[in-house]
């Protein structure tokens, strides 16, 4: 498996990773705890997991191989920008050493 994160600077981090959780949980499994702001959103093809706190929001993306990890990436990075469409939100993902 193969692994990036991407920090995204934000005050309304913990309403995106609701938004997020919440709009995949109608097709595929999530997992969402808003008071301890963790997501998980697990697609066929891999895996989000998301972090909320004061900084914005962290995204941990994890697939097999370098494609389906982007495929991962530009999923959940389309989502955030529709969703926070009245911000100018950046999003770099950055490779991570597998856990």
Same mark, same amino acid.
């Given at each position: @498996?193969?692994? /990036?994160? %991407? @920090?995204?600077?934000?005050? /309304?981090?913990?309403?995106? &990773?609701g938004q997020l959780c919440k709009h995949f949980a109608h097709k595929i499994p999530t997992e969402l705890d808003l008071d301890a702001g963790n997501g998980r959103i697990d697609f066929p093809f891999g895996t989000c997991r998301l972090k909320s706190d004061a900084e914005? &929001?962290? &995204?941990? %993306?994890e697939a097999a191989d370098a494609d389906t990890l982007e495929q991962v990436q530009q999923v959940i990075e389309s989502h955030l920008i529709r969703f926070a469409h009245r911000e100018d939100l950046t999003m770099t993902w950055a490779s991570t050493p597998a856990s």
């Open positions: @498996m193969i692994q /990036s994160r %991407a @920090m995204v600077a934000t005050a /309304s981090g913990r309403r995106y &990773l914005g &929001l962290r &995204l941990d %993306a």
